[in-house]
């Protein structure tokens, strides 16, 4: 059985399998619903696909970082919601745009950093800290900020919204070039950062890599802080295209699911230590191309969910079958 | 089965009372504080924090302090599990009154039973349970989906030169306001040859209302019609129409509590016409129907008393009546 495996990987980590199979299933399904699907096969639908997906990857580079390093963000929905309600109290409340980001930008920090000092510092699991992170800002937002309120309403009007869900240039959208400047910024940070080298070491072997003098604190931070701005960027994005900034986003829990389902999807293992920017694209295609060819085919929104639902539970399968756990990664508290 | 009130005279009845009360509320109301005072009510909403409940839960607030009586909220913020366990805590307080939200039509329907049994007096506010109680005080949601489905016809159908295409965004298929808009509303389409193309919850959510319309006018860049079942998520529907630079082919439709957003969203032209139950009209429906129920109040069968919501419609254009609206 091992023969195959190593045939098709040629050597390389058995994470590519996942991520070959991903891409095999994702090209499938574009050819079935480009064959059966009305309107699918349109450069409009694809134009569709990407700016719908756009916030998705966003989130999705934050999480992928965290969870190379082997950690696990559950208040990255959370923070988005929160980033994009304190911006928009401010625009709403005619403030320049710049000083709003710039104080959402510093709030949002603070939410990375402490989270960031929780794990590092405190050393309590990440998924503890960051899942008790995600009450306390939701609660924290929604009643200091939005007074109890649900739901914030923004102005399309207004020229931060107008900008936000507008083009940046003909034929490209604000949404779509900050999700490219952020999978840029999150390739910058893994592969020509110092900080990169220490979070795959830490996400490898997390013991080794503090015994041998590599700065884990320091970096847990960059790590938690660089997916808060990524949480904060998503939130402009999706806030500023439909025109609301709503926490049920948080609590219902699905954008959420579906982050973790395109990081395990795209081939990084839970465990950290592995992955790349490649990674979070073969993610999000799958998704992005499932959910828009399901809505194409008027799918009610249960049956979507079930259908996702099965497909995480198939690449964590698949995932756990092709990285098998050892002595060495199978760890205490490891997810 | 979903419980519906067939008979007009109920609703007559309730109406009735509601208006006697009305003209008489100086006198009532003096004798009344004697009488209601101490005693206790209690609001179980599906959420508070939404125009809808906090213009509700104001009036009924204005009602108990010129009565004397109290009303305590208990916020189940969208947590279906939370609302059951509140409203069994709310039984065993014992109050006068109960006032519930209900979010599916099965969902609540033991324990109003159960708290009528008790001897409280359940008032169903807007959304309807399968089980019948002491009252019930909200929009007709059949008539809303009939009214809807008969201007998008007129608007989408045939003789229009539109392509009668229409694309439905409830907020759950079970919730009950959905569950009977879709129902009165596809009667209608059936023998109209209306298409309708899409049929896909939002979960109540704008972004996710936004992306399924997105998709939708790819798909079909000819669609006449967006019928959303609520005008927060609806809005989502529209800043997408709008965004695809086709607010002037397709209209927005939705329905709502009626407060200064969905006024600006017309204004706006990301919605173009809200059937509006005036949620600040029914708050205080509803606190009159509490003074009602706390006064003994009942119909001559025992059957439910019933006041319908008289409807605001908001629409863009000429008629656009920006007073049709009402501010928390």
């Known amino acids: ?335 | 089965m979903l419980h519906t009130l067939n008979s007009k005279m109920k609703t007559a009845i309730g109406g009735a009372l509601v208006g006697a009360f009305a003209l008489l509320a100086p006198a009532t109301q003096a004798s009344a504080d004697a009488d209601l005072t101490g005693k206790k009510v209690i609001f179980v909403p599906i959420t508070m924090g939404i125009s809808l409940t906090e213009g509700w839960a104001r009036r009924m607030r204005e009602h108990a302090e010129t009565s004397g009586y109290t009303v305590d909220i208990r916020d189940a913020a969208f947590n279906t599990g939370a609302m059951a366990e509140l409203l069994a805590k709310a039984i065993s307080d014992k109050p006068d009154v109960i006032v519930v939200h209900n979010p599916t039509v099965q969902l609540l329907a033991r324990q109003i039973k159960q708290a009528e049994a008790e001897g409280i007096k359940v008032l169903q506010l807007n959304l309807q349970s399968n089980q019948p109680s002491s009252a019930f005080v909200g929009a007709n949601w059949d008539r809303i989906g009939r009214e809807i489905a008969e201007d998008i016809v007129k608007e989408c159908g045939e003789g229009s030169g539109k392509s009668g295409k229409v694309a439905i965004i409830p907020g759950q298929l079970t919730a009950a306001d959905s569950v009977m808009m879709n129902a009165a509303a596809m009667k209608v389409f059936e023998g109209h040859k209306i298409e309708v193309v899409s049929n896909q919850a939002s979960d109540w959510e704008p972004e996710k209302a936004r992306q399924i319309t997105a998709t939708v006018l790819q798909q079909h860049p000819d669609l006449c019609a967006i019928f959303g079942h609520w005008d927060v998520h609806t809005m989502g529907a529209g800043n997408a129409v709008k965004d695809a630079g086709l607010a002037d082919n397709v209209m927005v439709y939705a329905t709502g509590g009626g407060d200064d957003v969905a006024c600006k969203a017309v204004e706006d032209k990301v919605l173009d016409r809200v059937w509006s139950y005036d949620a600040d009209g029914q708050g205080r429906d509803a606190g009159t129907m509490i003074d009602l129920l706390l006064q003994g109040a009942v119909t001559a069968d025992g059957s439910m008393l019933s006041v319908e919501s008289p409807m605001k419609i908001i629409k863009a254009g000429d008629s656009y009546d920006a007073s049709l609206c009402w501010k928390m």
Do not use: H
């Open chain 1, 1 to 335: 059985m091992a023969d195959w495996k190593t045939m098709i990987n040629r050597g390389g980590p058995n994470t590519k399998l996942l991520e070959y199979v991903v891409m095999a299933v994702t090209v499938a399904l574009v050819v079935v619903f480009s064959l059966t699907v009305d309107g699918f096969a349109t450069l409009g639908n694809a134009g569709v696909i990407l700016s719908n997906s756009a916030s998705l990857v966003i989130l999705s580079c934050g999480m992928a970082v965290v969870i190379i390093s082997r950690g696990l963000d559950l208040s990255l929905i959370a923070v988005m919601v929160a980033g994009a309600t304190t911006f928009s109290v401010f625009i709403n409340a005619d403030y320049p745009a710049s000083m709003a980001f710039l104080v959402t930008l510093a709030a949002m920090a603070l939410v990375g950093l402490a989270n960031a000092w929780l794990i590092a510092y405190v050393e309590i699991p990440a998924m503890l800290a960051t899942l008790a992170s995600a009450m306390l800002v939701t609660g924290l937002f929604r009643f200091t900020i939005l007074r109890g309120e649900f739901m914030l309403l923004l102005s399309k009007s207004s020229p931060a919204v107008v900008f936000l869900s507008g083009n940046i240039m003909p034929g490209l959208s604000t949404p779509v070039a900050l999700m490219l400047v952020t999978l840029a910024a999150t390739m910058l940070l893994l592969r020509a950062m110092s900080a990169g080298r220490t979070i795959y070491a830490m996400g490898d072997n997390f013991q080794a890599a503090r015994l041998s003098g590599l700065p884990v604190r320091t970096t847990t931070i960059v790590v938690y802080v660089f997916a808060a701005f990524t949480a904060l960027c998503a939130g402009l994005v999706s806030s500023a295209a439909s025109g609301a900034v709503d926490f049920r986003t948080v609590t219902n829990g699905t954008l959420l699911f579906e982050v973790i389902l395109v990081v395990v999807l795209g081939g990084i293992p839970l465990r950290g230590g592995r992955g790349s920017v490649r990674n979070i694209i073969v993610g999000v295609a799958l998704i992005a191309v499932l959910r828009n060819g399901m809505t194409l085919m008027n799918f009610t929104s249960q049956m979507q969910d079930l259908l996702k639902g099965l497909v995480l539970i198939i690449a964590i399968v698949a995932d756990n079958y092709l990285n098998p756990r050892d002595t060495e990664t199978d760890t205490v508290g490891d997810l």
